[in-house]
């Protein structure tokens, strides 16, 4: 009998979408479940009917999304390239742009800064336009305000720094994410957990880096409690010398250069200290860490802006979402599986 998609999903115990889309490497099934699905697949002798395969390729072409209007991803940097600096910004982007053209929408990228950094001009441009919603990268500070005739759109906005009107964010669980990372520190065998980063990057988060770290030593009275470096003056010696006092055996980051400072001052990662990252992306190589996958971030940030727009809804909302989505353990050469 011919194996079908159907027998494969019962025995993954997943739907029979999720293993179509997992056999033609569709990037929306993660990578761990693609090669699931296709490791069973290839154990139970599945092969494509060709005429199928045909046809479902010819329904796919003719189901082509039809074009509903623009959307705006909005930036308010210093400089009009200025957030492409975080590294993770740019993957919003990509997982917003490829989301937005699936579901038959255009974007259009505009800095506030074109507009000599009035909220009423850039509003009257996109409105003029026709774009229907926006979507505001993060902030370059926590707080700031852009002064856009919000009634006049749908909204959502990456990150938590954005909180001039009531609106619908998207962003990463980052409380989630550090109690991920201690958690598989302590399992790999260490017990002296160190965070360090600058206190406005715990700031823009609404403090949840710290709220992660206070609420794993609370709940393991066992393990030393490691004074947590944040500081407004942040820099090689702070970091120095807070190595120096506390001791840790592995560290918690998400500032880029930490892992380079310690490594000029002595320390051998792993061999004499761990290193995690709390933001790791494909650019940072070599290091373990968690991933927050700012590509689907902004894939959500979409699909939350269209229901918005399907439902005819614009201005603040009366009842603001936030989605949060979990980081992935990424396995790099920065802490290792034993000690």
């Excluded at 206190?199 to 206070?214: M, S």
């Excluded at 380079?260 to 709390?278: A, C, K, M, Y």
């Amino acid at each position: 009998m011919r194996i079908t998609l159907e027998d494969i999903a019962k025995r993954c115990r997943v739907s029979k979408v999720t293993v179509s889309l997992a056999l033609r490497e569709n990037p929306r099934i993660s990578a761990s479940m693609r090669r699931q699905v296709q490791k069973v697949a290839a154990e139970m002798g599945y092969t494509p009917h060709p005429m199928v395969s045909a046809l479902m390729a010819n329904l796919r072409a003719a189901r082509k999304t039809k074009f509903v209007c623009n959307l705006a991803f909005v930036t308010a940097f210093p400089t009009r390239e200025g957030w492409k600096d975080n590294l993770s910004f740019p993957r919003y982007y990509r997982g917003i742009r490829e989301r937005a053209s699936e579901l038959g929408y255009g974007l259009e990228v505009h800095w506030l800064g074109d507009f000599e950094n009035s909220g009423e001009k850039i509003s009257q441009m996109l409105f003029n336009r026709g774009i229907r919603g926006v979507i505001l990268c993060p902030l370059p500070s926590f707080g700031m305000k852009l002064g856009l005739q919000w009634d006049r759109f749908s909204l959502v906005a990456l990150g938590h720094t954005f909180n001039e009107v009531a609106c619908d964010h998207v962003t990463n669980n980052q409380f989630h994410t550090i109690l991920q990372a201690l958690e598989e520190a302590r399992l790999r065998g260490h017990r002296r957990m160190g965070l360090t980063m600058p206190r406005f990057v715990d700031a823009k988060v609404e403090h949840l880096w710290l709220a992660g770290l206070l609420s794993w030593q609370a709940t393991h009275p066992d393990l030393p409690k490691i004074e947590p470096h944040l500081t407004d003056d942040f820099k090689e010696a702070t970091v120095v010398a807070w190595m120096k006092r506390e001791k840790p055996d592995v560290v918690l980051a998400n500032h880029g250069p930490v892992l380079t400072w310690l490594r000029q001052n002595g320390w051998r990662v792993p061999e004499d200290v761990s290193f995690l990252h709390l933001n790791w992306i494909p650019e940072k190589g070599e290091i373990t860490g968690l991933n927050q996958q700012p590509e689907k971030v902004g894939a959500a940030a979409v699909e939350l802006l269209a229901e918005q727009i399907n439902q005819n809804r614009r201005g603040i909302p009366e009842t603001p979402k936030t989605i949060t989505l979990e980081s992935v353990w990424n396995e790099g050469g920065t802490c290792p599986k034993h000690r």
